[in-house]
């Protein structure tokens, strides 16, 4: 099961919150958050379909034929689980009892309203991957550096910007070790343009892209993910995000202030040839203003970009840019999203592929014809021989 995340949240070391332990107080009443209970499946289950129907939503902005089963098999993965009635509801009980074979975790939000029952509005599913001793094929012991992979996220819409996400987050930091918090990871839809400007005010850089197929794999719907790293901890917004005073969320203790992965050091090239011709605007950092440019180039040595930028005469003066790193700072933004362009390379890759593939029917049909005609020239000749 892996999806991203429908709300954004931040990172802080909860280690020893002392707010943790106790409700917090929101406009629709007091909120909590700890692990899910038994009792509790059935509610998930019906936050899970919202989460679904969510992205549902925002994919039928391009894809209009996307049906609520076709994200359902892309959040929950396996077929046989989604089309049993109960597959979903046992799955989820085992990973509530630990009867799971990966260290799968889910935390609810509960809200408190003054005067009426508790109800579950919202989750946080995240896996922890690595670390010392965890057991390997044929039973050989591998030393991986720990790290979080965050799976979903989800929060009813009439308690969000309450600061559930960020209580959600702060639970589970709080259950992970420091070696853990340190290196978290997720994945975003990117038509959730709200969710991805949330995730990078909240320490989150964007390091890689995945794509999936919806639905039948020939009708060429394709979502594309951006893979998100925590590269910087931000307390002040997390501590606006979970609606606490910006005091609660500075520990004592210095050395619970976590030193967080850079991806300066070593950051992947975002970008090549597939957004040529493509239309951005671009807040440079030593120029006021915004500017729209089209993409024209690509070298493939230095890895950047040319951009052509329009003069006042009229004319247009290519400059080279290091596209990736500037969208990494959170300073291009693409007309056109990621998807439909990994839509239309898809579309030309399979015309492409239609055209040699006929092209080489072609020819071998060609190669046919020649080859009967050269068999019926010797018959020929050696009927006239015999005679």
């Known amino acids: 099961s ?26 629709h009443g ?46 929950q993965g396996n077929p046989d689980v989604v089309d049993n009635p109960c597959g979903r509801q046992c799955q989820l009980e085992r990973i509530v009892r630990g009867d799971w074979p990966t260290r799968l975790h889910l935390l609810k939000a509960v809200c408190h309203p003054y005067g009426c029952k508790p109800s579950l509005v919202g989750y946080i599913m995240y896996e ?5 001793g965890r057991p390997r094929a044929r039973g050989v012991q591998r030393q991986e550096a720990p790290w ?18 960020g209580l959600l987050f702060q639970g589970m930091l709080a259950r992970l070790s420091p070696q853990e918090r340190i290196n978290i990871k997720l994945e975003v839809l990117d038509l959730n343009s709200l969710a991805i400007a949330w995730y990078r005010s909240l320490g989150f850089a964007t390091h890689a892209f995945t794509s999936k197929f919806l639905g039948d794999k020939q ?33 004592k ?17 975002l970008f090549k040839n597939e957004v040529l011709q493509e239309k951005v605007s671009i807040y440079f950092p030593d120029r006021p203003g915004q500017h729209e440019v089209r993409i024209v180039g690509y070298d493939r040595f230095s890895k950047w970009h040319f ?81």
Not at 5 to 13: N, P
Not at 308 to 321: A, M, Q, T
Not at 330 to 348: A, C, I, N, P, T
Request: net charge positive.
């Open 148 to 165: 979080v992979h965050v799976l979903q996220v989800f929060v009813k819409p009439a308690h969000r910007r309450s600061g559930c996400g």
């Open 253 to 269: 203790n210095p050395e619970q202030h976590l030193a967080v992965p850079s991806l300066s050091s070593a950051s992947p090239v």
């Open 307 to 387: 951009i052509g930028l329009s003069l006042e005469n009229g004319e247009e003066r290519k400059e080279k840019i290091d596209l990736s790193q500037l969208y990494r700072d959170g300073r291009v933004q693409f007309k056109r999203y990621f998807s439909l362009m990994q839509r239309d390379s898809e579309l030309l890759r399979r015309a492409r592929a239609s055209s040699r593939k006929r092209k080489l029917e072609e020819l071998a049909s060609q190669v046919c014809i020649e080859t009967r005609s050269k068999r019926r020239c010797c018959q020929g000749d050696v009927q006239a021989s015999g005679l």
């Open 2 to 27: 892996r999806c991203p995340g429908s709300l954004a949240i931040g990172l802080h070391s909860a280690a020893g919150h002392p707010g943790m332990g106790r409700p917090h107080r929101r406009r």
């Open 30 to 75: 007091k909120m909590s958050v700890c692990s899910l209970e038994l009792e509790d499946v059935p509610g998930f289950l019906g936050l899970q379909d919202q989460l679904v129907e969510h992205h549902v939503r925002l994919t039928q902005l391009i894809y209009p034929k996307v049906c609520f089963r076709d994200w359902q098999l892309c959040i």
């Open 128 to 132: 922890v991957h690595g670390g010392p």
């Open 219 to 251: 009708s060429a719907q394709v979502v594309v993910y951006q893979g998100m790293l925590c590269c910087r901890v931000n307390e002040v917004n997390l501590a606006t995000s979970a609606g606490l005073p910006e005091q609660e969320t500075s520990s």
